[in-house]
């Protein structure tokens, strides 16, 4: 039987698009929890800066999600304020994991954090800009 590379399988069911600024947040972490990378990467927008608590990639939104999918851990996020102003959202949440990460070891991570999430032109919303730790000392894992 010849190998089979699932990764060149598109997936036939679209993600489900934001239809406010805050599911768009909560999407991309079921969408990380659920290990589906380009379910999370449809919750943002093309060249989005991300920020997560590991350190960034020179790559974008795609490499820092990929490096957060490695721990193979659930993400928990917990919506504060959305600040609404002309087809852009200010949106506040705290985001924590924790677990046993691929190496046995115990990994914790947890920040306030937020993003910028941009209305499209179909009405759903997309994640621009997202950092998901602002007190980096308070993101280095317990």
């Known amino acids: 039987m010849p190998p089979c590379d699932t990764h060149l399988v598109p997936?036939?069911?679209?993600?489900?698009?934001?239809?406010?600024p805050a599911e768009a947040l909560e999407l991309a972490a079921?969408?990380?929890?659920?290990?589906d990378l380009e379910a999370a990467l449809a919750q943002y927008e093309p060249g989005a800066c991300l920020l997560t608590w590991q350190p960034a990639p020179t790559e974008g939104a795609r490499s820092a999600l990929t490096c957060f999918m490695a721990l193979r851990l659930p993400l928990a996020v917990r919506i504060g304020t959305v600040l609404h102003s002309a087809g852009v959202a200010l949106v506040t949440c705290t985001?924590?994991?924790a677990g046993t990460g691929p190496d046995g070891e115990d990994v914790e991570y947890r920040g306030l954090g937020a993003a910028v999430v941009r209305a499209q032109p179909d009405g759903t919303w997309r994640i621009a800009a997202d950092v998901w730790a602002l007190d980096r000392t308070a993101a280095i894992p317990l």
């Not at 679209?14 to 239809?19: H, N």
């Not at 079921?30 to 290990?35: E, F, H, I, K």
């Open 11 to 20: 997936d036939p069911i679209p993600p489900p698009a934001a239809g406010r």
């Open 30 to 35: 079921q969408a990380l929890s659920d290990g």
């Open 95 to 97: 985001r924590h994991t």
